[in-house]
């Protein structure tokens, strides 16, 4: 399984933006790199997936490089809510190992 | 109903016990995953069953023994277990584990089972 590096933690002040990178340089064509968050003492949390293009939803937006070693999951204004664990993952496309493995994640402290 | 529920949340056994986990999702989702999460760490898979289908045992030892008895339903029988294996265990869905309509989706997960072994 590709692997993906991500940095243990970061803070960040309520209601600006968090950019969360990931490295995942050993990715395949047919990795999607998919971000989850967990709260605490909750079940993770899918957040969204890309393939290739930036990807937009309610919840965030998912800007990928252009060699696709790297992503920035972006939220775009921090609350005291979407302080979590944000795991980075990469998800082969397809057949019976199509299994989502999570790797350490970034700690997200969100000071008010 | 887009939750994945399982029960109980918290449950303490000693090691000559026999308890089962449940997880029960009703989004006619046809992949269910079992994980288990240690403090502090990531989550990591044990099992997927995929149609009501053991697909990928990560082996995981024998007293742990999962069960999809129809699409909606997904237990955990749990039987000799030890102090190492207290844990938060979840439970995920997803629409299809492998299928192109289904690999669009996320896992939605539960919020867990925290089992303690005394």
């Known amino acids: 399984d590709a692997k993906t590096t991500q940095p243990n933690s970061m803070e960040s002040n309520e209601e600006e933006p968090v950019h969360l990178p990931c490295n995942h340089s050993?990715?395949?064509?047919?990795?999607?790199i998919h971000w989850y968050r967990q709260l605490p003492s909750q079940g993770p949390e899918y957040v969204i997936h890309?393939?290739?293009s930036n990807v937009n939803n309610r919840m965030a937006s998912l800007a990928i490089a252009e060699d696709r070693k790297s992503s920035t999951l972006i939220l775009h204004r921090a609350t005291l809510r979407d302080a979590a664990v944000y795991y980075c993952i990469l998800r082969p496309y397809g057949g019976a190992t199509n299994k989502l493995i999570f790797g350490t994640g970034t700690l997200l402290a969100v000071q008010p | 109903d887009t939750e994945v529920t399982q029960t109980p949340k918290h449950l303490v056994m000693g090691m000559t016990n026999k308890k089962s986990l449940k997880c029960e999702q009703h989004m006619g989702h046809r992949a269910m995953y079992w994980y288990k999460q240690k403090a502090k760490k990531p989550p990591e898979l044990m099992f997927v069953y995929s149609y009501e289908k053991l697909s990928i045992n990560e082996s995981v030892p024998s007293r742990f023994s999962p069960e999809c008895p129809n699409s909606s339903l997904l237990n955990l029988h749990l039987h000799a277990l030890q102090p190492e294996d207290s844990a938060l265990y979840l439970c995920a869905s997803s629409q299809d584990q492998g299928a192109p309509r289904g690999f669009r989706y996320g896992y939605t997960f539960g919020s867990g089972t925290r089992l303690t072994v005394v």
């Open positions: 050993t990715i395949s064509g047919t990795d999607y």
């Open positions: 890309g393939l290739t």
